[in-house]
């Protein structure tokens, strides 16, 4: 049973561009959740999604948006990038209010 | 809303030595709380949990009590090995909401030396 896989690993954009992360959550699981992680702190949660909505949000600006797929996977996308986007990105799935299981998570370089 | 503390942010132990942290949080009304493992270049690993219903639960020589009174629960690693070496972090979903996200602590940094 594969756990949660995150596309691609790593990713290096320019200031100003678009990014697009990908993450297919454990297999049986409805729930996605995208949390950014900087480099010595700990995961700063972004936004869940369940049946194709989003479900909560954390303080984070509207460039960042999601989306979830009729099969639970889930996008991630980040419009007009800055440096201080640079993070580990990680995105974790549970089933409802279960467990939340992390995948290896993408490490985006703004440069 | 929900703030979450961890202590110590780093920990140097023996191997064999036992390692704990603490976490404090804010909401009385949390009811879930777990621990996530998380070593270099990887993702975090949920490695123990606990609900309020509880005040303690183990898994081999790790273990988490609960305090709800107090609003803290801690992780605790007997017999520690060079492989416990990693970043630590409790975490605690606001209570009340309908989704599942979770406010993690800033991490402690665990290191065992042979």
């Known amino acids: 049973d594969a756990g949660v896989t995150q596309s691609p690993t790593h990713l290096i954009k320019t200031r100003g561009q678009q990014v697009t992360l990908r993450c297919s959550p454990k297999s049986g699981h409805d729930t996605v959740s995208w949390y950014q992680q900087a480099l010595g702190q700990g995961p700063q949660f972004i936004f869940q999604y369940y049946e194709e909505e989003e479900r909560q949000r954390g303080n984070f600006p509207d460039r960042f948006s999601g989306h979830q797929f009729p099969n639970y996977s889930s996008e991630l996308n980040v419009n007009a990038l800055l440096l201080g986007d640079s993070a580990l990105y990680l995105c974790a799935s549970s089933l409802a209010l279960d467990e939340a299981f992390f995948g290896q998570g993408t490490r985006l370089t703004v440069v | 809303g929900e703030n979450v503390e961890q202590h110590p942010s780093t920990l140097s132990v023996q191997e064999g030595d036992s390692a704990v942290i603490k976490c404090t949080y804010s909401?009385?009304?949390?009811?879930?709380f777990p621990w996530y493992k998380q070593e270099l270049g990887k993702g975090p690993q949920l490695i123990i949990d606990i609900r309020s219903n509880v005040g303690e639960k183990k898994d081999q020589r790790i273990a988490v009590t609960l305090n709800k009174t107090a609003k803290h629960f801690s992780l605790h690693i007997t017999e520690t090995q060079p492989e416990d070496s990693a970043v630590y972090f409790c975490a605690v979903p606001p209570a009340n909401q309908a989704g599942t996200a979770l406010i993690f602590g800033k991490g402690t940094t665990l290191s065992v030396s042979s």
């Open positions: 909401d009385s009304a949390s009811n879930y």
